[in-house]
T-cell receptor, first 114, second 114 residues
């Protein structure tokens, strides 16, 4: 398996624009997590899904943030409108509960909002 | 709710020095524990994990960690660090019978001087 795949790797956008980050989890994994990493706050859990259903979105900072998982192999994190303080690295991770294993991380998307 | 505390935010060591990074978690039930490493500009990679059994866990690159249930601790150790160990280290906890989300500590930045 190619691992968790995120796209794009880098995104630079202007304030006010819509940004969509994409994630393809490892095939067969039933949990998917979105994290945001900043110098100030470290690694924050934004939202996670189990079998494509959002379980806990309490970490989503504002209504400007939304996430979907239309099927088992794809998830998106959208920010609309984007603001400079959204600049961070966004990581997606997945795991399989039945295998009792760790979370596997993607390479991340570095977002810069100017 | 789960939480993780990492006491050392920045650590500077010379090569061949011994390393111990502290990690304490807060959760009343059964936990799975992890240490991840993040090399500059890269994603998080698993160093080692504890699910059950022997509380002394050995991971990759000579790292080990000891789970002390009475102290809610899972400290990371390495007897002799190398320059290539320069990275950020994250402790994480997951509650397999609870919400199953992975909660991370704020990380410890390790710099090893050659």
């Amino acid at each position: 398996d190619a691992g968790v795949i995120q796209s794009p790797r880098h995104e630079v956008t202007e304030m006010g624009q819509e940004v969509t980050l994409r994630c393809k989890p490892i095939s067969g994994h039933d949990y998917l997590f979105w994290y945001r990493q900043t110098m100030m706050r470290g690694l924050e859990l934004l939202i996670y899904f189990n079998n494509n259903v959002p379980i806990d979105d309490s970490g989503m900072p504002e209504d400007r943030f939304s996430a979907k998982m239309p099927n088992a192999s794809f998830s998106t994190l959208k920010i609309q409108p984007s603001e400079p303080r959204d600049s961070a690295v966004y990581f997606c991770a997945s795991t399989h509960t039945a295998e009792n294993t760790e979370a596997f991380f993607g390479q991340g998307t570095r977002l810069t909002v100017v | 709710a789960q939480s993780v505390s990492q006491h050392n935010h920045h650590v500077i060591l010379s090569e061949a020095a011994s390393l111990e990074l502290g990690c304490n978690y807060s959760y009343g039930g059964t936990v799975n524990l992890f240490w991840y490493v993040q090399y500059p500009g890269q994603h998080l990679q698993l160093l080692l994990k504890y699910f059950s059994g022997d509380p002394l866990v050995k991971g990759i690159k000579g790292f080990e960690a000891e789970f002390i249930k009475s102290k809610f601790s899972f400290n990371l150790r390495k007897p002799s660090v190398q320059w290539s160990d320069t990275a950020e280290y994250f402790c994480a906890v997951n509650a397999p019978s609870g919400t199953y989300k992975y909660i991370f500590g704020t990380g410890t930045r390790l710099k090893v001087l050659a």
